[in-house]
């Protein structure tokens, strides 16, 4: 017994040491400069870190290394029956034939994820807000938490109001909302005499809205790695005093997040707000990756097996956990990025209702509860 506490009291010492060593191996500059090839080595020493962090917050139980297992139990709710779909998720509605999808289960190595409740989930947060905030992939969670606490309690009245960029939903008796604020890379697009300009240093157009949340569920990636001035919104990029035509798009995410870790180190007050990285939601567009090279997520009937993805981790990935273990102030990973990787079958495909193929966003029923799952199990433990 004291021996198990005092290795449990000397470990993170022990990892601690390892890291500053790490640190000094990468030199100690504020801001290194950070090449897409030099990533791998910046994120041995993140990881390091993060793995830390994850352990301290969930008691033991690392929630995010584990594997999926079929499990017919493991619905939430139906797509017919959830008012707060978007069609781009609704693969059910679209069509999609195979539902073999819906019957998998996170399941951790070293522990199991508790029951979601969403009465329970209401009770205890009674009265208080909950924002997602970043692009579509956290309209895609909020919708998920939306539906699986609307289909835990039969007959709750709910207000569902759609606006840009804040959206909201409301479950009336419990006085719980749910809020997505749209604004996909955190930081500013600002109109400038040149143009629409991605301003790297300022946060500003939402922040003031964030604020008192009392629990905020951050997530950006995807519009980082637009091409097209079209689709990606704006003509320039501002990092400091210059103003650029564009520039390495992860370096980019790094000065933007950044940006965002100051703002919530000034802004957040732990006492009032709990604070979550929703973690980068990968795609399935590239099959060498997983050893089939000429496909997509199209016709994926399965997540792949075991723990690791073949092809690797994921460069955003490393910046994300690199600038959370700089912060002062505890924001909680969820680190979905590896278990998303396994199910290249939970994707709309062409099954989002607007003749595309989709590898990016998920169906509904479908992944994101499982993140929803995750999120209630951090809040709970
Ligand atoms: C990685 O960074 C080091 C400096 O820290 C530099 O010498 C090296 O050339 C970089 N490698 C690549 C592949 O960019
Ligand atoms: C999935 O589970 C449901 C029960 O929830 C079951 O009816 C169905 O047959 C299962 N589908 C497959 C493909 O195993
Ligand atoms: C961004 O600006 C800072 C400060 O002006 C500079 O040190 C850095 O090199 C710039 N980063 C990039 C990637 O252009
Ligand atoms: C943070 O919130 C707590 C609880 O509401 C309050 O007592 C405290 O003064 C706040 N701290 C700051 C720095 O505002």
Same mark, same amino acid.
Request: one cysteine or more; hydrophobic letters at 35%; aromatic letters at 12%.
């Given at each position: ?20 060593? *790490?640190? %000094? ?5 504020? %801001? ?6 030099? #990533? ?8 390091? $870190?993060?793995?830390? $962090? ?12 584990? $594997? ?5 139990? +493991? ?23 195979? %539902?073999?999808?819906? +019957? ?12 979601? =409740?969403?009465?329970?989930?209401? +009770? ?6 909950? #924002? ?43 006085? !719980? ?21 991605? +301003? ?9 809205? @964030? ?9 950006? @990636? &995807? @519009?980082?790695?637009?091409?097209? !001035?079209?689709?990606?919104?704006? =003509? ?47 795609? &399935?567009? *590239? ?7 000429? $496909? ?30 700089? #912060? ?32 990016? &966003? @998920? ?14 199990? *951090?809040?709970? #433990?």
């Amino acid at each position: 017994m004291s021996c198990k506490l005092i290795s449990l009291l000397l470990l993170p010492l022990l990892i601690l040491t390892i890291l500053s060593e *790490a640190d %000094k191996a990468l030199g100690s500059d504020k %801001k290194p400069q950070v090449s897409y090839h030099n #990533m791998t080595s910046l994120a041995a020493a993140g990881e390091g $870190k993060e793995t830390l $962090k994850g352990r301290k917050q969930t008691s033991g139980c690392n929630l995010f290394q584990g $594997k999926w297992v079929f499990d017919a139990s +493991n619905r939430f709710y139906d797509s017919s029956t959830c008012p707060f779909i978007d069609d781009e998720f609704d693969c059910l509605k679209f069509g999609r034939p195979d %539902k073999q999808f819906l +019957n998998y289960s996170w399941q951790p190595d070293s522990c199991t994820i508790p029951r979601f =409740d969403g009465e329970a989930f209401l +009770n205890k947060w009674r009265g208080k807000r909950v #924002m997602f905030v970043g692009d579509s992939l956290s309209e895609n969670m909020w919708e998920s938490l939306g539906c699986m606490i609307h289909a835990s309690v039969p007959g709750i009245t709910t207000t569902f109001l759609r606006r840009t960029p804040l959206s909201s939903l409301t479950f009336q008796e419990y006085g !719980v909302t749910l809020y997505l604020y749209r604004t996909p890379y955190l930081v500013d697009i600002s109109k400038e005499k040149v143009g629409r300009v991605l +301003n790297l240093g300022t946060i500003e157009s939402g922040a003031g809205v @964030w604020k008192d949340v009392d629990i905020l569920v951050f997530n950006s @990636w &995807h @519009w980082w790695v637009h091409e097209g !001035v079209k689709s990606r919104g704006w =003509d320039f990029i501002r990092n400091g005093s210059s103003l650029i035509r564009d520039m390495n798009r992860l370096d980019a995410f790094n000065l933007g997040l950044t940006t965002w870790a100051q703002w919530v180190d000034q802004n957040i007050n732990t006492s009032q707000t709990r604070v979550f990285f929703q973690g980068i939601s990968p795609t &399935h567009y *590239a099959g060498k990756e997983w050893n089939e090279p000429k $496909k997509t997520c199209n016709g994926q009937m399965q997540p792949l097996t075991g723990s690791t993805y073949p092809g690797g981790s994921l460069p955003a990935a490393s910046i994300v956990s690199r600038v959370l273990s700089s #912060m002062k102030t505890p924001v909680y990973l969820l680190d979905i990025t590896t278990l998303s990787q396994l199910r290249k079958d939970a994707h709309p495909s062409t099954y989002g209702g607007n003749g595309r193929t989709d590898c990016s &966003h @998920w169906c509904l029923p479908g992944l994101p509860d499982t993140w929803n799952q995750l999120l209630y199990a *951090a809040l709970s #433990m």
